[in-house]
């Protein structure tokens, strides 16, 4: 853990000063407004880190605001390095090929300060539309079918939901409206793999965050897997939360559905990085269980996919990815995962990864759509 913050911290103030100085510079036909320009940059830079560091210190009216306020910065940040970045490129392809005009090849003070006020407002334009789409939760119906063995199960509706990330942000009214559209589907089980909470129990507590949680309506309940976020938060504390509102978490086990399938529950692997533990082995955790029911495995990281095909998982469900969340990032998750959103067969074993119905950080997603999936299963 130690490793992961000392690596983010220290990117994260690299990129902070690249951007701050890039600002500073604009603002040189202006100088009076340089004070403000560093409040606002302070404020907005340092709020999350803030509100993370003394979570439990300061109160709801400040500790919200200031999330918000954070939050939002990650998304301005990665845009505004994009596009600086793309300056910076034809600028250094100007030296060599002398294709500006020379007013943009010398700028004058004014010059840049018109570009600036252009790439602040591109970037907010572009995070507004984020935010815009980060609410509208789209509802995805997909049709599988899977081996009933020796089970009698014809049929199984199920909604799968991932990385919910509960915080000031994605708050009680963002839970609420996800619980209507789950329960409008009338699922016969609702399962999701992991990130459910996105801050500690007692800050969930103070804002009453999660009780609707309680009022997810199925035939036979609702199951979670752990994702890194839940450690991230201190895992058994926020389980013993997602328990009293009747989430069956299921860690490293597995429960038999009826007589008729299994829901499996895997760790997640960041408890290594977190909780300086593994996880156990998914041969060791159904090692007792019926090799002649149907399997349905919740894995929140989609990594080490053979691990299911070989130990005869009918259909993985899992998360974390969230595709991205905000472009161009999904092209990077393409390349670190096998299957970064969407349906992958291998062998006989069938994956889903949900882009999520909610976001990490910023409210803002541009990648994908925020999902609900609703998958109809046929056994034969």
Known sequence: MIIFFTIFFSLYSVVNYYVFERGWQALISVPF???F???IFLLFSLSYIFTK???EKIPAYIYDPLLWIGSFWF???????LILFLIDFVRISNFFFHFLPGWLNNPSPNTKLYIGSIVFSTVLLIVIAGFINRSNIVLKTILLELPKKSSTIDSLNVVILSDIHLSAINNEAFLEK???KVNSQNPDIILMPGDIVDDKSEILRRDNIGNSLRNFSSKYGTFVCTGNHEYINHADS??????EFNINVLRDSYIKINNQFYVIGREDISINSFAGRRRKVLKDIITEAEENLPKILLDHTPVQLNDAVENGIDLQLSGHTHNGQMFPLNLIT???????????KKDATQFYVSSGVGTWGPPVKLASDPEIVNIKIKFY
């Not at 926020?238 to 328990?243: A, E, F, H, I, Q």
């Not at 393409?334 to 992958?344: A, D, N, T």
Request: aromatic share 28%.
């Open 53 to 55: 560091i003394f979570a």
């Open 334 to 344: 393409k390349m670190i995962y096998e299957v970064s959103w969407g349906y992958l």
């Open 238 to 243: 926020v389980v013993s939360y997602m328990r």
């Open 37 to 39: 320009y560093i409040f």
């Open 75 to 81: 998304a301005f940040l990665l845009y505004f390095i």
């Open 33 to 35: 407004l340089k004070p």
């Open 178 to 180: 996800i619980v209507r």
